[in-house]
């Protein structure tokens, strides 16, 4: 049986990335690869930076105290770092790029979800809106391969959810249940221990078969590796690394465990609304020839999403601190 949390996690990346496509294709930008390396304009970031931080920044700013709980879900020093936010007299304002980032944001989340129903229908929208917490946060926060999932205070939002923080919000709920006494993340469990679990691997192979960047599956193989549930042997192409019989086992408990965790979503309903959308996701995908999804070293992993979303994108979202991309890019 497919676990419904992989389908959530899978629709909320194709959002995020149609959503980040458009933004990076209005927003003066830079990054290290494509055709913006070198450019000007702040460092290129994800909606995960806008949903859970630089959304509430009004141009007059916030007191840092009171954004304590929204900054552990980002990375506020990476925001000031990339330009889009400046830190003075203990207040938090957006900058000029990060005013420009708000402005686009808001209507780009609402045309790409018009999008959205106009290829999928409404169905996703009803069945998310009955079980959809607005007490947690907008998106998924910032991970390290080795961090648990941890949720702020409970904390009510005014504004109508889009479909991303519909998506993020069931998918935290069932995140932070699986993880109250899990050994390892859910994310690393649900990509890279999976990916393993197919047989050996080369290394370089790991980030295509878990659907995350490659510098989140090899922090993600270290972390397996040190707690005896991945070995390897051998260097450079001919290396190999596989589960041991404590990963073997790891792996079942995810899935068990996943499943348990599930048992009180209404899984039937969210599976039909789920698997259409993710099957047909790679119009969501496809990147603009300009774009740096389109570009080495990421091309392959944008192939192999447009191939076959349903198998190739990430089962659990990892939103890394080099600007919020759910594949951890």
Not at 15 to 33: K, L, S, W
Not at 143 to 167: E, F, G, N, W
């Amino acid at each position: 049986m497919m676990l419904v949390s992989r389908l959530l996690s899978q629709a909320l990346v194709a959002f995020t990335i149609e959503v980040d496509n458009a933004f990076e294709a209005r927003m003066p930008h830079r990054t290290t690869r494509g055709p913006a390396r070198g450019g000007t304009g702040p460092w290129l970031v994800s909606l995960a930076m806008w949903a859970n931080f630089l959304r509430y920044l009004p141009g007059d700013g916030v007191p840092q105290p009171q954004l304590r709980d929204l900054a552990a879900l980002t990375n506020l020093p990476g925001l000031q770092r990339w330009g889009y936010v400046r830190v003075a007299g203990g207040v938090v304002r957006p900058t000029g790029h990060g005013v420009r980032a708000q402005e686009l944001f808001v209507p780009l989340c609402a045309q790409v979800e018009a999008r959205w129903q106009g290829r999928f229908g409404p169905g996703l929208r009803r069945a998310l809106e009955p079980i959809a917490s607005p007490l947690l946060p907008r998106y998924m926060p910032v991970l390290s391969p080795a961090r648990r999932t941890v949720l702020p205070p409970p904390r009510r939002d005014p504004d109508p959810p889009d479909l991303a923080a519909l998506l993020s919000r069931v998918l935290l709920e069932l995140t932070a249940e699986y993880e109250a006494d899990a050994r390892l993340p859910l994310a690393v469990s649900a990509n890279t221990l999976r990916a393993l679990g197919a047989g050996p691997l080369r290394p370089r192979e790991v980030p295509l078969r878990a659907g995350i960047a490659k510098e989140a599956a090899t922090q993600s193989l270290t972390l397996l590796l040190r707690h005896g549930l991945a070995d390897a042997d051998g260097k450079g192409a001919a290396a190999l690394v596989w589960l041991t019989p404590r990963g073997e086992a790891a792996l079942r408990n995810y899935h068990a465990r996943m499943a348990r965790v599930e048992t009180r979503l209404p899984a039937e309903a969210l599976t039909a609304a789920l698997t259409p959308v993710v099957a047909g996701a790679a119009e969501a995908i496809r990147p603009p020839e300009d774009g740096w999804r389109a570009h080495p070293p990421y091309r392959a992993q944008t192939n192999a999403f447009l191939a076959d979303p349903l198998n190739a994108l990430p089962h659990h979202p990892l939103v890394t601190h080099r600007g919020g991309f759910p594949d951890g890019s």
